[in-house]
């Protein structure tokens, strides 16, 4: 227990010692970590972030540690609905760590995960792929112009000439920078009618008339296409396991709830 706290407090100290120094609040150091509930999830790009942007941010901080300091000097801390607070966090950090514990502490017999994945199969599978490019215009008038420009070329030389006029006149600027290019996608990753014709053309060819979606007209080029694959046992079976293990842990808990209320004095007023 005391190894464990030691290692613990040395990593932490470890981890203040290598971090950045920007600003210093009544000779409290602020540093790059503090900027972390700022940033949340992009605290990993805060080197791309532009000097003024980290700036203000940093402002941010430094006004947040100065209404702290003066909260503090007001006795606070003292405050009957502050001590209260405190003690909801404790008991809510309480549960959910001892909640954590009993899940941790769920074994899953790895029979029944193998019996799981035998018997849902058809569940474990990658979806058939398919990858393609478009061209997305506003009108059908446009869209059957553009086809028509095209029919007669195939290979390289349609995959050339479609990428250019993708670049060119596609309203949907995201893929047109790249040549009208959507990489790889299941069927029901697309609006119905878009998904549905892509995955009827063969690969190498092209929508024959416009496909009209919510967005507009899309005239489509199939590059490419992979089969449904069935998933290996060892790719999922730490997802079975985590399902059992949810399931158990439902049980288990519902279980502890029952016990507790039965040996619990309870009177309802």
């Not at 920007?22 to 409290?28: D, I």
């Not at 809510?92 to 019996?115: P, S």
Request: glycine share 6%; charged share 35%.
């Amino acid at each position: 227990m005391k190894k464990g706290l030691a290692l613990a407090l040395s990593l932490a100290a470890a981890m203040s010692l290598n971090a950045a120094v920007l600003a210093t609040v009544n000779g409290q150091n602020i540093t790059d970590e503090d900027l972390a509930p700022a940033l949340g999830s992009h605290m990993s790009e805060l080197e791309k972030i532009p000097a003024e942007m980290k700036k203000n941010l940093l402002d941010r901080v430094i006004e947040r540690q100065l209404m702290v300091e003066q909260a503090k000097k007001d006795g606070i801390n003292q405050d009957p609905e502050y001590k209260k607070a405190i003690a909801d966090i404790t008991d809510n950090v309480a549960v959910n760590i001892w909640m954590k514990k009993q899940f941790e502490g769920l074994k899953v017999d790895e029979k029944k995960v193998k019996d799981l994945y035998e018997q849902n199969k058809d569940k474990y599978v990658v979806p058939a792929q398919a990858k393609a490019k478009h061209i997305l215009v506003a009108s059908e008038k446009e869209a059957k112009d553009i086809i028509k420009s095209l029919n007669g070329l195939k290979g390289d030389a349609l995959d050339k000439k479609f990428s250019q006029i993708a670049k060119e006149k596609s309203i949907d600027k995201s893929s047109a920078q790249n040549g009208g290019e959507l990489g790889w996608f299941g069927e029901s990753q697309m609006v119905p009618s878009f998904g549905k014709a892509s995955f009827e053309l063969k690969k190498g060819e092209m929508t024959k008339q416009p496909v009209q979606s919510e967005f507009g007209y899309h005239i489509i080029l199939k590059e490419d296409s992979k089969p449904q694959t069935a998933l290996a046992y060892d790719k999922v079976k730490g997802k079975i396991e985590t399902q059992l293990k949810t399931d158990e842990f439902r049980n288990v808990m519902q279980k502890k709830v029952d016990e507790l209320k039965k040996a619990a004095k309870i009177e309802y007023k």
